[in-house]
């Protein structure tokens, strides 16, 4: 076995890997190997034919595939080494703090040093079982982006009679997509009483088109021998409990499941790295830093985005600080202050803060609330807020001069009436 | 030498492949083995416990065959795992008491252990409890520990059969669903199937959840199989506490209860539920809440704790064929000759595979009054699909260079190569379940969502079948209907 070398090691080759591929090399950092498990770059971009890309990034409205383009075009330009169809089974941290990555790819087992990582995986979709969802076990369930990748990256029909579990924005852009085929999209069932997407995807992609969504609903049951023949939907109290009686059928051949994504950051945990329960993705200080030294995340894995632009975003910042741990040889040891989580805030990357530097914060709420504000208390720093939802990530950023202001080990953030 | 014996088994599950295996071994013998379905296994075998019992749970009085293979069928399987290079844990079983009353009840089945010849049994108290399982409920007092149980995943074990079937001349039928039997003058002459008529001497009644349908069709049987639902949870592999023991609370009297188990692939699993559904039911394989939940409070009793509900991934439903009567029907008939049913395989009917398969033999032989010959080149051995996943690095190394394709990981959870999965193939898969079965591949944490559109590319370009045709699990359960504007052209016409 062939042991490749680098200074930096890129794991996922998404938006938010390449951002940082592309930033780290515009850096000066020389030595870069980017590893992505498909065949093609650009992670789920590909087959998100819709727009509403790249608004921040590039400034412009873009498709997935024209985001993807660029940020690959822009990586020609770079001597990044790419090695695409390449599966990573295990990160380790050797003596001196050298990365050690062992994956396969066609026809080599790959072992790789590396000085740093930027870990870019992405994250997953929850499957039916995860969310609990009971009956039969028929043909025609699909994630959101199984039936997506079967759509725009293969071109099949999944089926003619849909119903859409979760209305999140996957669910909702699932919902046009099909319609937009042909498909009679019979409902979106959303279980909370509000609607999990962005407000501008339930005007585009349901009402645009009629399609009906049921807010408080859960699914019951869903029914089909071979394959789906119907689901059994029930009106849900606060607790997400059917209520008897409410119960009723859609005849449909296809469930699309949009229940929720998980960043991938099992190989993380393995190799060590902390992982933060409200996130699911990996504890980072605000160089984006894992709690292993010189192991960075960025992108789905360390927080479910609901913007490519932030993915990228972070892939940048992974990238300033993989250069500046390379360049120093680490980065401070200061003592951070924890981020609390607060009133209505569920939750907040990064979760550690040095208050050395200008640091943005990516953070969700809880419930929905209108004319709010967002404290950072220690901080005394506060933004006004017309409206907060789960779906929508919330962004800031806090210039030094205030964070430095903190005196305790912590800084909490809560959303409070205005 | 005279004619070959025509027998035709009905069902490739893991009774009837058994049957087939060791008829296999004679050189009297053609086999045909019918299955309704495209695979496999993919009945009453697909969807159990997987426990190889010690056999101590049944009376001999009330259900003597129950009692008898079960403990010769234990014996049979050290042998054909061996044989046959089936994954299993030999790990033992224990039977959990947690009250005077229980007590009782172990002991009865420590002396029925004893009365059915299984050995090793003994009773122990709480701390050799402990030593054994760390994990077990500390309110347990005793336990029958049976060291000879053990754990094997069905559907491992009809595959290996089957694949060593075929290796001995058995000819597989698959998608060949009985519709009739003929008979002349007393005698089998044979079935009538949706695939034409297979002509047979005899037929062995091995058809899991059907067979009083098909005994039915030669006027015999007097006996009904009542499906009995039983539901089941599976852990995520890393989840933990795991359990290394079989853990059983005492029986009732219609089942051995909830069970806490650990599977060869190393997930922990618990169930199953029994529930009685009526006799049209027997398609039955729905998960319920009252199912689930009450699998999750049985088996959160017999342990100190389990993983949290968020480490689910997976949960199904299995259907035991539950006979008139509660014992196994092996029999042949005075008025139809030729026609032996193997039918009621409820528990512990996967252990007592073997035993029975050596039965319905000697079935044969006293009917016919006959020695059959061995034959000289049958091959006892068959080896299982080697798994990338469990190999060395060193050895993972050498592999992708002698074969690329190694190298190309198609289901990320399980590390389950391309190359793995063309083998599948290459053995029969034609469908994503096929080779799920065969490697193991979506049964990871994303149950394949991540995966299945790539093992569909793959079958596809083998089996040189477009894409959107491949099935989940035969006819019906297509990925797709056609192309991404199918409808649109279909609405025109």
């Known amino acids: 076995m062939n042991t490749r070398e680098c200074d930096l090691a890129i794991i996922g080759g998404g938006p938010a890997g390449l951002a940082a591929a592309i930033k780290a090399w515009n850096l000066g950092i020389k030595s870069i190997i980017l590893l992505d498990e498909s065949e093609i ?59 050690r990555i062992y994956g396969y790819r066609y026809g080599e087992a790959l072992k790789m040093d590396s000085k740093a990582v930027i870990y870019a995986a992405g994250c997953r979709e929850r499957s039916r079982f995860e969310a609990g969802i009971l ?174 632009d932030y993915a990228a975003e972070q892939g940048e910042w992974a990238a300033e600080s993989a250069h500046k741990f390379l360049r120093e040889g680490g980065l401070p040891r200061v003592d951070f202050k924890r981020v609390i989580l607060g009133r209505n805030v569920r939750l907040i990357v990064p979760q550690l803060v040095s208050c050395l530097q200008d640091t943005t914060f990516y953070g969700r709420v809880l419930k929905p609330e209108e004319n709010v504000l967002l404290r950072f208390e220690e901080a005394d720093c506060s933004f006004r807020l017309p409206i907060v939802r789960p779906s929508e990530m919330f962004r800031f950023r806090i210039p030094s001069e205030k964070l430095s202001r903190i005196h305790g080990d912590k800084l909490t953030v809560n959303i409070i009436g205005a | 030498m005279r004619r070959p014996i025509h027998v035709a088994v009905i069902g490739a599950g893991i009774v009837g492949a058994s049957i087939a295996r060791v008829l296999s071994m004679f050189e009297d013998f053609e086999v045909d083995l ?59 079983s224990l039977v959990l008491a947690f009250n005077n009353e229980e007590m009782k009840i172990l002991k009865e089945l420590y002396n029925r252990g004893v009365r059915n010849k299984v050995k090793e049994l003994k009773i122990i108290g709480a701390e050799e409890i402990k030593t054994l399982e760390p994990n077990v409920s500390r309110e347990a007092e005793a336990a029958l520990w049976a060291p000879t149980a053990g754990q094997i995943s069905p559907w491992d074990a009809v595959i290996a059969l089957v694949e060593n079937c075929v290796m001995n001349g058995v000819r597989l039928r698959l998608s060949t669903e009985v519709r009739g039997i003929k008979i002349e003058g007393g005698c089998v002459r044979g079935l009538e199937t949706n695939r034409g008529f297979i002509e047979a001497d005899f037929i062995i009644n091995s058809s899991g959840l059907y067979a009083d349908k098909i005994a039915e069709m030669a006027g015999l049987g007097g006996y009904r199989i009542k499906p009995r639902r039983g539901e089941y949870l599976i852990f995520d592999r890393e989840a933990e506490p795991k359990v290394s023991r079989i853990l059983f609370p005492t029986p009732t009297p219609i089942s051995k209860g909830v069970v ?111 020695d059959f010959k061995p034959k000289k080149c049958w091959n006892p051995y068959r080896r299982r699909i080697r798994r990338f996943s469990e190999l060395t690095p060193e050895e993972r190394s050498k592999l992708v260079k002698e074969e690329p394709r190694y190298g190309r990981i198609i289901c990320i959870d399980k590390m389950v190569t ?22 193991r591949a979506c049964m990871g944490i994303c149950q394949g969502s991540s995966c299945t559109h790539k093992i569909a590319l793959i079958i596809s370009r083998e089996l040189k079948i477009p894409l959107w045709k491949v099935s989940i699990r035969g006819p019906g359960t297509e990925i797709g209907i056609g192309d991404v504007k199918s409808l649109f052209r279909r609405r025109k016409t």
């Open chain 1, 135 to 308: 009956g039969d076990r028929p043909a025609g369930v699909y994630t959101a982006g199984e039936a997506q990748t079967l759509m725009d990256i293969y071109g099949i029909l999944p089926g003619s009679e849909v119903v859409i579990i979760g209305s999140g924005d996957v669910g909702l852009i699932m919902a046009r997509r099909f319609a937009l085929e042909g498909a009679d999209v019979k409902a979106v069932v959303e279980i909370m009483p509000y609607p999990g997407g962005l407000t501008r995807n339930i005007v585009q992609c349901l009402e645009d088109f009629g399609i009906q969504l049921y807010l408080s609903h859960g699914v019951t049951e869903i029914r089909g021998k071979n394959r789906v023949e119907a689901v059994r939907l029930a009106m849900v109290d606060e607790k997400r409990n059917p209520i008897k009686g409410t119960e009723f059928e859609i005849k449909c051949d296809t469930v699309i499941l949009a229940v929720g994504l998980k960043p991938r950051s099992e190989i993380l945990a393995r190799a060590g790295a902390y992982i933060d329960e409200a996130t699911g993705g990996p504890i980072v200080n605000d160089w984006l830093e894992t709690s292993i030294p010189g192991v960075f995340a960025a992108g789905n894995v360390l927080v479910v985005n609901d913007l490519v």
């Open chain 2, 34 to 92: 019918l299955e309704r379905e495209v695979d496999i296994g993919w009945g009453v075998s697909k969807a159990n416990t997987g426990i190889i019992h010690a056999g101590y749970d049944d009376e001999p009085e009330l259900y003597p065959l129950r009692a008898k293979l079960c403990v010769e069928g234990n014996k049979l399987w050290h042998k054909w795992t061996e044989e046959l290079d089936i994954p299993i844990r030999w790990c033992g």
């Open chain 2, 260 to 370: 806490v188990t650990t599977t060869v692939d190393g997930n922990l699993m618990i169930g199953p539920s029994a529930q009685d559904l009526a006799e049209d039911q027997r398609e039955e394989r729905a998960n319920t809440r009252e199912g689930l939940d009450y699998v999750w409070e049985s088996a959160s009793k017999l342990v100190e704790k389990l993983p949290p509900k968020s480490r689910v991934i997976r949960f199904f439903a299995g259907l035991r064929p539950e006979p008139t009567g509660g014992d196994f029907i092996i029999r042949k008939y005075d008025e139809v000759f030729g026609l032996i049913d193997a039918a009621g395989m409820r528990s512990p009917g996967l252990t007592s595979a073997p035993a029975i398969a050596h039965m319905v033999l000697n079935i044969l032989k006293s009917t016919l009054d006959a």
């Open chain 1, 41 to 99: 770059l650009g992670g789920v971009l590909p087959q998100c034919i819709h727009t509403g890309f790249g608004i921040h990034y590039f400034r412009e409205d873009l498709t997935g595939p024209e985001f993807a383009a660029r940020l690959i075009e822009m990586l020609k330009n770079t001597g990044v080494e790419v090695l695409c169809g390449t599966y990573v089974e295990h990160l380790s941290i050797e003596s001196g703090g050298l990365k």
């Open chain 2, 418 to 439: 391309e190359m793995e999965i063309i083998e599948a193939i290459r053995r029969g898969a034609t469908t994503i379940d096929g080779v799920k079965f065969r490697t």
